[in-house]
Each structure stands twice: as C-alpha cells, then as structure tokens.
Nanobody, 125 residues
Framework: HVQLVESGGGSVQAGGSLRLSCAAS????????MGWFRQVPGKEREGVAG???????TYGDSVKGRFTISRDNANHTLYLQMNSLQPEDSAMYYC????????????????????WGQGTQVTVS
C-alpha cells in the first residue's frame, strides 16, 4: 500500500526559502518515479519537478535554477528545496508517485502518476 505525506509548507516572504518533504510508505520506493506538482485554485495542476528511479531530473521552466528535487531512497523521502521564492510560487504542493516500469518523459503529466499526497500549502508574500 502506497502512502505519501508532504510536509514543510508555510508562509515566507519573497526571496525566502522552504524545503518540502514527502515521506513515502512502500517497500519498493527506490523503484518509483517521483514528482512534485503544484496547483492554485481555478488552475490546472502544474508539474514542478520530476526524478526517475535512476536519478534523472527534470524541472519546469518557471522553477529552473531556484528549486532542487532530490530523493533519499534509504529513508523513503522525496525533497523539494525551494529558493528565491516569489509570490507566483504560492500554491498547494503535491508529491506524486508512479510505480510503472517506465518513468514518464520529463516531469510527466498528472495522469502519469497514480499516487498522490494530500498536499502542503506554500504562501509567498
């Protein structure tokens, strides 16, 4: 049974940093394709960053150079380090997992991921 639990969201001033974590349950975490998405009310969910089981990383254009995705397979945790935050980064952030044998190209679409966390809110003012 796969469960994902995000944490680390909060309120921060523009230019500040936050580190999101996603704790995953499941014996085969190291084989999962993982991603971070974000969503604001009234808009579609946007891919922020993705990381494959082999460690290949893709970022959305709006976060390149500011955000860093990483994974700790030993502790079954996914991270998103967010620096130089801007008001437009304000959103609910979700981690997502795919157990499919092939990871999606790039970050992947929302439909590529079967498992989702409950989200953690990030507010930048």
């Amino acid at each position: 049974h796969v469960q994902l639990v995000e944490s680390g969201g909060g309120s921060v001033q523009a230019g500040g940093s936050l580190r999101l974590s996603c704790a995953a349950s499941g014996r085969t975490y190291s084989k999962w394709c993982m991603g971070w998405f974000r969503q604001v009310p009234g808009k579609e969910r946007e891919g922020v960053a993705g990381i494959t089981r082999d460690g290949a990383i893709t970022y959305g254009d709006s976060v390149k150079g500011r955000f860093t995705i990483s994974r700790d397979n030993a502790n079954h945790t996914l991270y998103l380090q967010m620096n130089s935050l801007q008001p437009e980064d304000s959103a609910m952030y979700y981690c997502a997992a795919s157990l499919w044998r092939e990871c999606p190209a790039g970050i992947g679409a929302e439909t590529d991921f079967r498992y989702w966390g409950q989200g953690t809110q990030v507010t930048v003012s």
